[in-house]
T-cell receptor, first 109, second 114 residues
């Protein structure tokens, strides 16, 4: 079967760095996506990796290792507004998105 | 990016009734999807809305319960029929402009069935 695993919840301190890990098992692979979802709102796109390596976008970076079926989202200089759920999703051979359950990130002052 | 207008944003409905959710996109898009998300859980794909033909439903979802219309490339509706409290959830409309591209979401419809 197809599966995405990510931690349920993480806590970090304002100004610090946090890494949210994601492992995936899909039938074929056509990219790894990270989304941010604030409570009561729709998911918004953060990053996309299809090749191995690190993609940096401001305070957010995402890494992919296809051989390990592994990705992480790195958030630097954490701000209170970064408190949200972070969803990992992979596209399978049919280009269908397979979603993780999300990681709830709690930022403390 | 896409601007997606989804309505209603929330509703409280009596069991046994039906609710139709609308999704309007500001540009033509081939791929349009309907998801369900229960509190604290992952997004579950209900169906792919196909323009000019019947929607493609995922396992566990049937047309009689979740009829979908897609009259053109910018609009779709999802109806939740004969509702029960188990249908209480957030329903999300989503579009993609290509197979290797990201998904964009409407604001979601928070449905409570009493």
């Amino acid at each position: 079967g197809q599966n995405i695993d990510q931690p349920t919840e993480m806590t970090a301190t304002e100004g610090a760095i946090v890494q949210i890990n994601c492992t995936y098992q899909t039938s074929g692979f056509n990219g790894l996506f990270w989304y941010q979802q604030h409570a009561g709102e729709a998911p918004t796109f953060l990053s996309y990796n299809v090749l191995d390596g690190l993609e940096e976008k401001g305070r957010f970076s995402s890494f992919l290792s296809r051989s390990k079926g592994y990705s992480y989202l790195l958030l630097k200089e954490l701000q209170m507004k970064d408190s949200a759920s972070y969803l990992c999703a992979a596209k399978d051979s049919n280009y269908q998105l397979i979603w993780g359950a999300g990681t709830k990130l709690i930022i403390k002052p | 990016s896409a601007v997606i207008s989804q309505k209603p944003s929330r509703d409280i409905c009596q069991r046994g009734t039906s609710l139709t959710i609308q999704c309007q996109v500001d540009s033509q898009v081939t791929m349009m999807f309907w998801y369900r998300q229960q509190p604290g859980q992952s997004l579950t794909l209900i169906a792919t809305a196909n323009q000019g033909s019947e929607a493609t439903y995922e396992s566990g979802f049937v047309i009689d319960k979740f009829p979908i219309s897609r009259p053109n490339l910018t609009f779709s509706t999802l109806t939740v029929s004969n509702m029960s409290p188990e249908d209480s959830s957030i329903y999300l409309c989503s579009v993609e402009y290509g197979e290797g591209t990201e998904a964009f979401f409407g604001q979601g419809t928070r449905l409570t069935v009493v």
